[in-house]
Every structure is written in structure tokens, then in C-alpha cells.
């Protein structure tokens, strides 16, 4: 094949994809609106994209890269001359990383791994659920602490009362992802560091945004006593390409205890400080190229135009019947609501909107200790929406009408009581197809309207709807028989 019917035909593949450009995907990607930033990257991706970072003394090109977007990360965000950090591949892994030097700490300083018992992870059920999977793999147990379900902030008082010997490490957001607050940092940072424990600030999308703002209400970031480490990902605000993160830990000790070292076999000594061996320097060098094009007033002048354009946009949604802005969005993410129980229903809005053109992301509703927080829409705000923000609010208003005049969406009954009874980890993959069937997204093809599927999640057992959310993923990734690349 010629290169031009290779190109054609891999392009030809995203026919069917959401629009990463043009701010009306609002989740997943970080538009900034501006061409240049997108040449430079690819040029700079390009340039690095043979480069293996696994070895820094072969490529010194890498150090320099890396040591740049850390230094620059510890000079945006508090960090003094004891702050060190790690180039990551995203948010996931910068969390995982944290959580894997806080329980190496806390096994170090409890004696032996084994007593006594797991280390617990304090987690805001608003942390992202990186988070989650971390405590999976690394094996701690997850405490659940609530949040407030008006401002939906982690209550501090909550903290003080589950901190205790077992805690590897305390969780907080600058913001959350579900709906963009800023947790009480200084507040549960100051309670850890009374009890000695370590505490991460989970800066991985507000991290490279709020310090370019001026009316940020208090402290989240490496100068807040008692913070430990923070991440933040240049994939997102950085208007990074995909696969480039920062976490940064207040002294060199904690770093080491997520790196890894080993001489144990035959092979080259290995050192890897993230999970990954062999690693990407595109992304690495894609970050660099933008921030060095950028520079302070670059992002300075991004972030404001998101953030203008989020606080327009916020204040539109309130106006509209029926809806309602949660909490106090700090930076550049919105969650709305179903404002009163006669309000619109933000499932049905969603496929309202999707038909519209535009993605909000449908968050379930969730039931906590601290009080039932329902479902929300999920609005990530970008320089390319900053342009949008009046169409956006005119077919906001109109879909809320459509939304208003459905039956709101219900889990069929039979269908969860007929899962209550069900073990999940009983199930076969084919037992799992076969309930997919019954609940409408058979084969793994998602319906056009989604708002009955996302009711049955939330309405389903936790581990049952874990079970058939990875199925329906089972599905999607099948090998291709009729090999397109043969
Ligand atoms: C606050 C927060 N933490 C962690 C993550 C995970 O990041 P990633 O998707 O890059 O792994 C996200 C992603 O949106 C996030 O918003």
C-alpha cells in the first residue's frame, strides 16, 4: 500500500469518534482552541518519538526534559528546594505512584508488611477512582470518607475521626473530578500531619489551571503544611498530548519509595521510578515544546478565558428551569443538577444534548453516609468551548425542555431483582453477555439513548454492575477476524 491509502484508511477509522476538537466533547480532551500549540506538539512528538526514556543516561535529551516540566511544576505549585518529582504517563499512574510510596512509608515505619493488618487508604468518595484501583493493586483497604452533599467537599471532621495507626495516606482533590470543588485542604492536611500520616493532593486537573487564577478561594497546593505529594497532568491543562503527567513529593525519601530498583537477574541493572519499563518521550518532549511556547502568560491567558467562559456558563445553567450548578466550581469543570424533584432529569438531558451535538458526561446518581448525592452532568470546560458558550446555553435550554417532556428514566425492576440474588464473581464471560442482552446493550453496542442504561447501573448491586461494565468492554475488544492488517 501507498502511504496516502495507509493514511487514508487509519483516518477513515475516526468516522465514528466524538470530535476531539471544537469544544463540545467536554470530558476526555483538552482543546485549547489555539493551532500553533497543536504543530508544535506533533513536531515535537515526532522528533522524540524513537526515544526511549527507560534510560536517561543514553538519551540525556530525556533528564533535561523531565527535569524541566518537574522544576517547572515545583515553582508553579508551593514546592521548596527539598521537592523532587516523577514524569509519569497520566493522572492514573501519578496516583498509583502515591499510593505505592505512601503504603512502602507506612510499612517501613509499622514494622513489619504483614502487622498490623492492611494500611488503609482515606479516600473522599469524590477522589478519582484511580485512587480506587490503586488500593486494588497495592492492597490497602479504602475508607470511604464523605462529603458534604451540598458543596460536595470531604468533611475534615470526618478525617479526624477515621485517621488512626493503619492510614498510609489521606486523599484530597484540587478539584475533584465529579464536580470541580476544592476539598478542605489545609484543613485535613493539618489533621494528617497531627497524626504523622502522609497526605496527597490530587491536583492532576486543576493543578496546571488555579495557580493562573486570582480568585482562588484558599491554599491546595506543596506550600499547605502537611501536603506530602500532588499530581498534576500536563496532559489536561498543560495542553500536553496524551501520556504526560507530574507527581511531585515533598522530599526525595517518598520518591524512592515508589521507584523501583533491581540487579536480581542476568539482564541490564533495571531502575524504573514509574510502572512502566520501556517509556514514551513524545509526550515528554510534546509538553516541554508547549510550555517553553507558552510560557506563564501562554497558560495565564488560557486559563482565564476557560475560566471566564466556565463562570458565564454556570451562571446560564442556574438560570434555566429545572437545572441547577452544584457546589462552588472553582476552576474550569461544572456538574448540573436536577434542580427541586419536579426538575429536569440529567439523564435524559444528556441524550437530549448528545443529539445536539455536544458530550456531557452522565455521572450517576450516589449513595454515601454523609447523604444521597444525585445524578449530575459533568461539563470540562476548555479554551475551545470559551467560544461556544452562548450556542451551548441555547441548546442547553432547549434540550432541557425535550428532557422535561420524557418519562424519566427507570431500572427495570425484574432486572434488579434478579441481580440481587446474582454472584458476580460466579458469572462466566457467556453468563455476562447473555444478562447484557437483557439489559439492552447486547454485543457491546451502546443504545443511541443511554439514560435507562445508566439508571440500571447505579440502581444495580456495586459488584454486579462492576461485573457487567467490564463486559460490555469484553465485547467491545474482540480480536478482528477479517484482519485489517494482514
Ligand atoms: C482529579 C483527577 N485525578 C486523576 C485523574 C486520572 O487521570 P488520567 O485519566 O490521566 O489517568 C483524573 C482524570 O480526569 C482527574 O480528573
Redesign the pocket.
Known amino acids: 500500500m501507498t502511504t496516502d491509502d495507509v493514511l487514508t484508511e487509519l483516518r477513515a477509522l475516526q468516522a465514528g469518534d466524538l470530535p476531539t476538537h471544537g469544544g463540545a466533547t467536554m470530558a476526555y480532551v483538552y482543546d485549547s482552541g489555539r493551532a500553533e500549540i497543536e504543530e508544535i506538539a506533533a513536531a515535537a512528538q515526532a522528533a522524540f518519538q524513537w526515544t526511549n526514556a527507560l534510560d536517561p543516561t543514553a538519551f540525556p535529551s530525556v533528564a533535561r526534559i523531565e527535569n524541566d516540566l518537574v522544576g517547572a511544576a515545583v515553582a508553579l505549585l508551593g514546592g521548596d528546594a527539598a521537592t523532587v518529582g516523577t514524569l509519569t504517563s ?6 498509583l505512584l502515591a499510593v505505592l510510596a505512601a503504603r512502602e512509608r507506612w510499612r517501613s515505619r509499622s514494622g513489619s508488611p504483614a502487622a498490623p493488618g492492611r494500611p488503609r487508604l482515606l479516600l473522599p468518595v469524590t ?2 477512582a ?1 485512587f480506587r484501583k490503586a488500593a486494588h493493586l497495592f492492597d490497602l483497604e479504602v475508607v470511604d470518607v464523605p462529603v458534604d452533599p451540598e458543596t460536595c467537599r470531604a468533611v475534615p471532621s470526618a478525617v479526624a475521626g477515621l485517621l488512626d495507626d493503619r492510614t498510609a495516606l489521606v486523599v484530597v ?1 484540587a ?3 465529579p464536580h470541580g470543588v476544592l476539598d478542605p485542604v489545609g484543613e485535613v492536611a493539618a489533621l494528617a500531619a497531627a497524626t504523622e500520616v502522609p497526605c496527597h493532593v ?5 493543578g496546571w489551571i488555579l495557580p493562573f487564577l486570582d480568585d482562588v478561594p484558599e491554599p491546595f497546593d506543596l506550600s499547605v503544611p502537611g501536603v506530602t505529594s500532588l ?1 498534576v ?1 500536563l ?2 491543562y498543560g495542553y500536553a498530548p ?1 501520556g504526560v ?1 507530574v507527581l511531585l513529593t515533598a522530599d526525595p525519601e517518598l520518591r524512592q519509595d515508589h521507584w523501583f530498583a533491581t540487579a536480581g537477574w542476568p539482564g541490564y541493572p533495571v531502575v524504573n521510578p514509574t510502572l512502566a519499563g520501556t517509556r514514551p518521550a513524545g509526550a515528554m518532549a510534546a509538553a516541554w515544546a508547549v510550555h517553553r511556547w507558552l510560557g506563564t502568560d501562554g497558560y495565564r491567558e488560557l486559563a482565564r478565558q476557560a475560566h471566564d467562559a466556565t463562570r458565564a456558563l454556570a451562571t446560564g445553567i442556574d438560570a434555566i428551569g429545572g437545572l441547577r450548578v452544584v457546589g462552588d466550581p472553582v476552576s474550569t469543570l461544572v456538574a448540573v443538577a436536577q434542580d427541586g424533584p419536579d426538575g429536569v432529569d440529567v439523564l435524559n438531558l444528556a441524550d437530549e444534548m448528545t443529539a445536539r451535538g455536544w458530550l456531557l458526561q452522565p455521572q450517576p446518581p450516589f449513595a454515601q453516609d454523609g447523604g444521597h448525592m444525585p445524578a449530575t452532568l459533568h461539563l470540562t470546560v476548555t479554551g475551545a468551548t470559551a467560544g461556544r458558550v452562548d450556542a451551548l446555553l441555547a441548546d442547553l435550554a432547549e434540550a432541557a425542555v425535550s428532557a422535561a417532556a420524557l418519562p424519566r428514566p427507570v431500572a427495570d425492576a425484574d432486572l434488579v431483582a434478579a441481580a440481587a440474588t446474582i454472584d458476580p464473581a460466579a458469572l462466566t464471560v457467556a453468563e455476562v453477555d447473555a444478562l447484557l442482552e437483557l439489559a439492552g446493550v447486547g454485543g457491546g453496542r451502546l443504545p443511541e439513548r443511554m439514560a435507562s442504561v445508566h439508571a440500571l447501573v447505579a440502581a444495580l448491586p456495586r459488584p454486579v454492575a462492576e461485573r457487567l461494565l467490564a463486559g460490555v468492554l469484553d465485547l467491545v475488544y474482540r480480536p478482528s477476524r477479517e484482519a485489517a492488517i494482514g
Open positions: 497520566g493522572g492514573t499512574e501519578s496516583c477522589a478519582h484511580a482533590s478539584p475533584s473530578y490530587d491536583a492532576c486537573i486543576g499530581s497532568d496532559h489536561k496524551k503527567s
